[in-house]
């Protein structure tokens, strides 16, 4: 539990960061790149510089879900793009959220996992809380392209499915493995983002996307670490409604900002779920 709270702590720093970020840099794609990279050299420096390429059993597998998992990144945060311009904000950020439908179906499908009933009713408030707190009044937009929308969906809970995958199928030991080529096929497909975008990398870009980077490794790693001695089915709803618990706080109290009925109702709803699912 102690290794998903980091989790959740550092994720929510991460969209922190990013939300700061929104008024001093111009190329996101390219801040998004750098972001990658630290994440990358991160764990190349975790793992040791004469230990990166292994002959250790398993490193064909997580070399295999690597990749996957580096690509269904990208796929997430070019979606999420995509359905922005197309639907707005609201519908995209609660499709994305919600993507811990996939992952934790992906568990109990996939994994066997069995939760409990009091899990089952703290996972129904988690997704009713999550649909809450995104429903604004001023949500107008319609659903243009409803494939984009489920694509995003998809692709954001694979992306956080693929830990689960990892964690049930390769050593612990190889986990920096994992992410490095996890973050080095993200890095470069977001790289060929940027270059279509007709983006470049600034100051701005390189601090901003350094600074990302560090919480963006860590929460990846931690996550993977709770899925140890925790199922799926507890991890994946825990840490997306604890980081909107996080985030939604410090917005109200660092950036003072003002909460809806709807948004306070979500939070209590949110603090119901994450003690039902963590009995």
């Keep these: 539990m102690v290794y998903l709270i ?49 002959t250790q059993d ?11 998992a580096g690509a269904l990144y990208l796929t997430g945060f070019v979606m999420l793009q995509y359905n922005i311009k197309k639907n707005g904000v609201v519908l995209p950020a609660t499709f994305m959220k919600l993507g ?11 994994f066997h996992e069995r939760p ?3 899990q089952i009713t703290g996972f129904i408030i988690a997704i009713a809380a999550i649909i809450l707190i995104n429903a604004e009044k001023d949500a107008t937009a319609k659903l243009d392209f409803k494939l984009g929308l489920f694509i995003l969906l998809f692709a954001a809970g694979m992306g956080d499915a693929m830990s689960k995958v990892f964690e049930e199928n390769c050593p612990a030991s190889l986990s920096d493995h994992y992410l490095l080529i996890t973050f080095i ?23 901003f996307g350094a600074v990302i980077g560090v919480p963006n490794y860590y929460s990846s790693l931690f996550v993977i670490k709770a899925l140890e001695t925790l199922d799926g089915v507890v ?10 618990l996080v985030i939604t706080t410090v917005g109200l109290f660092v ?6 009925k709807k948004q306070l109702v979500s939070l209590g709803m949110i603090m119901v779920a994450l003690a039902m699912l963590n009995i």
């Design 255 to 260: 950036f003072k900002e003002k909460l809806s």
């Design 100 to 110: 811990l439908l996939v992952s934790t179906a992906f568990s109990i499908i996939f």
């Design 58 to 68: 398993g490193i064909g597998k997580t070399v295999f879900i690597g990749v996957i």
């Design 6 to 54: 980091i989790g959740i702590l550092c994720s929510s720093m991460l969209s922190i960061i990013m939300r700061i970020s929104e008024k001093y840099v111009k190329g996101n794609i390219a801040m998004l790149v750098v972001n990658y990279i630290t994440c990358a050299v991160i764990s190349a420096l975790s793992i040791g510089p004469g230990n990166i390429f292994t």
């Design 116 to 118: 409990d009933i009091l």
């Design 185 to 207: 096929v993200a890095g470069l497909l977001c790289f060929l983002v940027m270059l279509y975008n007709k983006q470049k990398i600034g100051i701005k870009e390189t601090v």
């Design 235 to 244: 991890v994946f709803p825990t840490f997306s409604v604890g980081c909107i």
